[in-house]
């Protein structure tokens, strides 16, 4: 009998998990190097990818058009094709803009990971495409093959080899972090492509693109800085193991939410001018205020 309660107690408390030893280990790392951990979405969030013969006739002309050609000879939009498990098709992929910024940028303050519900051959192809000699998306890549283990279409924290409390998640689709919803950043999807469900135009009739410097890429960058900032600002007598990004997320949205402080919003509207005012100036607008401090503006788009 003592010997089954040594066991016990042995089993219970005294052995460790290995995901706790290899996420205490990362998280040293993490802090000696003062990164966080990011992990990214694929489709819809940072790229679109689409079975050719799927899009519209509309879109299918429009890769024969000199500005997809452009684009492909920019590296921004691909056609290629895809082999795997007995399938053939050919895909296109368009990248969405800013991209190759944003993982630059954005791998100096964290590690980066990728967790798409693709499988791995795609992603394969998707990291050629964004990241070839593998600069900037340097930590886990999880694919469709290792979720379904779980029997489960849900993405989440127990995947990942950092602690909860130094990951961010920046993805288009909230549903499937669901445990995790505190550490999601918030981005619009991206479709450059037609949408037959949608009514909306899509980029390629609108012949754009969205903006690289004012774009979703663009501000989700800058929010995720704000909160690297904010995690790394240590108060007296704290530490930085002890500080969850959590808390640093709400206290970036408290600083600079238009429901703060009478400060917090005269800054936050002071920001949101000096953009609004450079983007004019990027666009190459006549812009002029007129006695009310409304904007007009006069614009056409060829």
């Known amino acids: 009998m003592a ?3 040594l066991k016990a107690t042995v089993n219970s408390s005294s052995l460790i998990h290995p995901d706790s030893i290899e996420r205490d280990a990362n998280l040293k790392t993490l802090i000696s190097k003062k990164k966080l951990h990011l992990v990214l979405d694929l489709d819809n969030t940072i790229l679109e990818s689409a079975i050719l013969e799927t899009l519209t006739k509309y879109d299918q002309d429009y890769l024969k058009r000199p500005v997809a050609v452009k684009l492909m000879e920019d590296k921004k939009l691909y056609i290629w094709d895809y082999e795997a498990e007995g399938f053939k098709d050919v895909y296109v992929t368009k990248l969405r803009p800013y991209v190759k910024t944003f993982l630059k940028e954005a791998s100096t303050l964290f590690d980066i990971s990728i967790f798409t519900l693709g499988n791995e051959t795609y992603t394969r192809k998707m990291l050629e495409l964004l990241d070839p000699e593998r600069l900037y998306i340097n930590s886990q890549v999880i694919t469709r093959e290792k979720v379904l283990l779980t029997r489960s279409w849900r993405k989440g924290h127990h995947f990942l080899k950092s602690h909860e409390r130094v990951v961010l998640v920046v993805d288009d ?4 972090w669901e445990a995790n919803a505190k550490n999601l ?3 619009a999807p991206y479709g450059f492509f037609k949408d037959e469900s949608s009514n ?5 009739q609108k012949l754009a693109d969205e903006s690289e410097k004012y774009g979703e890429l663009a501000r ?3 929010e995720l800085k704000k909160i690297h900032k904010e995690f790394y600002n240590l108060e007296e007598g704290e530490d930085y193991e ?3 990004v959590r808390d640093a997320i709400e206290e970036v949205k408290r600083k600079f939410s ?3 402080t009478k400060d917090a919003m005269s800054q936050h509207a002071k920001e949101t001018t000096n953009e609004i005012d450079e983007c004019f100036k990027s666009m190459d607008l006549n812009c002029r205020r007129n006695k009310l401090n409304r904007i007009q503006t006069s ?3 060829m």
């Not at 689709?173 to 499937?176: G, R």
């Not at 909306?200 to 390629?204: H, P, V």
């Open 3 to 5: 010997v089954q309660n």
């Open 173 to 176: 689709a909230k549903d499937v």
């Open 185 to 187: 950043i918030d981005i």
């Open 200 to 204: 909306k135009k899509s980029w390629t």
């Open 220 to 222: 989700v960058l800058r």
């Open 242 to 244: 002890s500080r969850d």
């Open 258 to 260: 238009l429901q703060g």
């Open 299 to 301: 614009h056409e788009v």
